[in-house]
């Protein structure tokens, strides 16, 4: 499994409808509003690398008031149940 999140600019205006037209693309598992020089970032998830390339380029950027989009690819994961496995190792219960 790939996870991505895309850096998303839209018509401030057009906010909350361009985040639901994005959450419903089924590949999307969330979509955020945030601060700072990008509008929305969408989390998504794709069974292979390969399939980004259909997704991010025709689904989310053709969103009709999307300015502009940056896709990062995540490489590892620190979710805190991993990071509390981690600093428990060597410990017995």
């Known amino acids: 499994m790939v996870t991505v999140f895309v850096m998303i600019k839209t018509d ?3 906010i909350p409808e361009a985040a639901q037209d994005i959450a419903n ?21 794709a069974a ?9 380029p025709s689904k989310i950027a053709k969103v009709a008031t999307i300015h502009d989009t940056e896709t990062m690819v995540a490489f590892r994961t620190y979710a805190q149940d991993d990071l509390e496995a981690g600093f428990a190792l060597g410990l017995e219960d």
Not at 48 to 56: A, P, T
Request: charged content about 30%.
């Open 48 to 56: 292979r690398f390969e399939d980004l390339d259909e997704l991010v």
């Open 12 to 14: 401030p205006h057009a």
């Open 25 to 45: 693309i089924p590949e999307v598992e969330a979509v955020y509003s945030v601060t700072g020089k990008w509008d929305l970032v969408a989390m998504v998830k």
